[in-house]
């Protein structure tokens, strides 16, 4: 589940659904230790006890927070370089991902990615080994319709006054052309796209 949608697309041939299999794992944060304290956003406690906020920042690209796979996703879509969204996707996947994306041409790739505008990490969200993330900006979505959308607050569904637990639900099966917050895991202390239907 990442930008641009949570779901795999249908069959299309080999590159549409890897390409959307891989493009629509990744958006994600830090952990911290807890949901209160000064500077926690009001409607942090509606998630419930346990859950970690992490306020809107930068991160690095990479597997150590729910933030940095997201980032690394979104470098990844954004500079073309297909290969390295295998490493966001989750382990049982990623060899059948990186044999695909070795075949997948640029012409391919250019006609299934999504595109970004002004794209940063918002509000992050954390439960455990399980993490939504919100993005601010706006995501562009080849054969779309409508094919763009835009979120400008960063505590959009967040502060809706649902548990975690219900907005992981809706993120889960949240329709691919709208905004909505996307979900990671943690396995084996690091983090990927969870892009299962489960």
Not at 61 to 69: F, I, M, W
Request: charged share 10%; with cysteine; hydrophobic share 35%.
């Amino acid at each position: 589940m990442f930008p641009g949608g949570n779901r795999r697309p249908g069959p299309g041939g080999k590159a549409g659904a890897a390409l959307a299999a891989c493009a629509l794992a990744a958006l994600l944060g830090v952990a911290g230790c807890g949901s209160s304290g000064p500077g926690t956003p009001s409607w942090a406690n509606a998630l419930g006890s346990g859950v970690t906020v992490v306020p809107p920042g930068s991160t690095a690209p990479g597997n150590d927070s729910p933030g940095g796979v997201m980032v690394g996703v979104i470098d990844a879509l954004s500079s073309g370089h297909v290969a390295d969204f295998c490493r966001y996707e989750q382990p049982s996947v990623q060899s059948s991902c990186n044999a695909t994306m070795s075949q997948v041409t640029p012409a391919e790739v250019k006609g299934q990615l999504p595109t970004f505008k002004n794209v940063r990490l918002a509000y992050v969200a954390i439960d455990g080994t399980k993490a939504l993330i919100g993005l601010t900006g706006t995501i562009c979505l080849p054969k779309q319709t409508p094919s763009c959308f835009t979120n400008n607050d960063p505590a959009a569904i967040f502060d809706s006054g649902k548990p975690f637990a219900t907005l992981w639900s809706e993120a889960e099966s949240a329709a691919s052309n709208a905004y909505s917050l996307s979900p990671a895991v943690e396995i084996n202390g690091s983090w990927y796209a969870e892009t299962s239907s489960s």
